[in-house]
């Protein structure tokens, strides 16, 4: 984001919000003058991140967690990963926020405010999982290109809002249509109004699901800007690029939708396993639906110390993307014996599901705790690396932990 635009035109009263403290002399500043202490702003106070979040790019923001901010139920904003493809909309007049529904296979295009949208529907609240098609990017070799995530982009927050399928009820949708696909109101890096960011989208099937929100609440609060103030599409359980945050339009498509970051080796992978490093042609790339199986060790942080004879309390999270998790377990020999971690089920449907087990250790000395989640299907994290693909997606690897018994 550039900070300049940013603060371009920003009124008296944000500007004292952003500095936390009233410009007292305020009304003397020249017209679009911008003050130093705005000129630079701290992303973790500009988009109220816990400072412990780690920054990766600044143009534009994308920001992960470490493993243990993520220890909560429930993600609270501080220690939401951002990722962003373009620049923040800015001025943000949510009495004059609308969003069309048109495309190709919609029987009448509307376009409501988001106060039609508050009133004319019934609200839902689910806990949904959000998780980059690129977390743990970091891993894969060769390297892949693009955001070097390591575990922290994921999130499993409340989201409040309207049934997508509702709504598409309400403007009828032709038998043709297959796919839905998300415009939003953020600006492409190059400036250029005619480009966007990102414009993807998901199957009709996963759009009519309970759970498919238009949502403009995140943890019972107006959604924070970074996360798609003032109405965001929330698909839980797919890659989070399919939740278009600042949403204004959905199309609705007869074919599948060709927008931006649709095609190429955009959130696309190898439809048939590849060795590392080979060249894939894009007729041979298939787009990512559900996530797999992952799970993560919020507690404790890797490094732990205890005490001989005493045992360790772990715990932490697991999802399957569309699935649920039927099984938790842990190693502490490197993967050669598992036992169980007690597991609980999932609030609603696509929320993370959490994990604890204490666990006693045979002598003193280095170890490391190794988690493995199983989905509804059977299918297990790999101990190490899942298949090489050209952009780096998929990680779900076992998430570990070094532990010293002293
Ligand atoms: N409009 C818009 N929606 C977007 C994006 C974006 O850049 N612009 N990024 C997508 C990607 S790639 C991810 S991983 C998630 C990140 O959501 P978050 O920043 O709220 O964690 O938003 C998705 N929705
Ligand atoms: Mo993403």
Redesign the pocket.
């Known amino acids: 984001m550039d900070r300049r635009d940013f603060t371009y035109r920003l009124s008296l009263v944000t500007m004292s919000s952003i500095l936390g403290a009233d410009i007292v002399f305020g009304h003397n500043m020249p017209k679009n003058y911008l003050p130093l202490g705005l000129q630079d702003p701290d992303p973790f106070e500009l988009f109220h991140k816990d400072k412990e979040m780690v920054v990766l790019n600044d143009k534009?923001w994308n920001m992960e967690a470490k493993a243990h901010l993520l220890n909560d139920d429930i993600t609270p904003n501080q220690y939401?990963?951002?990722?962003?493809?373009?620049k923040i909309p800015q001025n943000i007049d949510v009495s004059k926020w609308t969003l069309t529904i048109d495309g190709e296979s919609v029987k009448n295009p509307k376009t409501y405010t988001l106060d039609e949208l508050k009133r004319r529907f019934t609200q839902h609240t689910y806990q949904l999982t959000?998780e980059?098609?690129g977390n743990g990017r970091s891993e894969f070799n060769p390297p892949a290109k693009g955001n070097q995530w390591t575990i922290g982009?994921v999130?499993c927050a409340e989201w409040t809002g309207v049934r997508l399928r509702d709504v598409l009820e309400d403007v009828g949708v032709n038998p043709d249509a297959v796919y839905i696909g998300y415009h939003?109101a953020?600006t492409h890096l190059s400036g250029d109004p005619k480009k966007e960011?990102?414009s993807r989208g998901v199957p009709l099937a996963k759009a009519l699901q309970d759970e498919t929100l238009l949502a403009f609440s995140m943890n019972g609060q107006d959604i924070p800007l970074?996360?798609?103030y003032p109405l965001r599409l929330v698909c839980g359980g797919w890659?989070?690029?399919t939740?278009?945050?600042?949403l204004t339009r959905i199309s609705v498509r007869n074919q599948v939708h060709d927008g931006e970051k649709m095609g190429g080796s955009s959130y696309r992978v190898p439809c048939e396993t590849v060795a590392p490093g080979t060249k894939v042609d894009d007729e041979n790339m298939c787009i990512i639906e559900s996530m797999p199986i992952k799970s993560l060790i919020t507690y404790p942080k890797s490094g732990a110390l205890i005490k001989q004879g005493q045992t360790l309390k772990m715990n932490g999270h697991a999802w399957a993307g569309e699935l649920e998790v039927s099984k938790m377990e842990y190693s502490i020999d490197f993967g050669s014996t598992w036992h169980h971690c007690s597991l609980k089920k999932p609030t609603n449907r696509l929320a993370w599901q959490h994990f604890n087990v204490t666990i006693p250790f045979p002598q003193k000395g280095y170890y490391e705790v190794w988690a493995r989640a199983t989905d509804s299907q059977g299918k297990s994290q790999p101990m190490v690396l899942p298949g090489w693909n050209p952009k780096g997606y998929l990680n779900n690897a076992c998430h570990r932990i070094a532990v010293k018994i002293v």
């Open positions: 534009p939401m990963f951002i990722r962003n493809n373009g959000l980059c098609g982009a999130s939003a953020d960011p990102i970074a996360h798609g890659p989070a690029s939740s278009g945050k600042w």
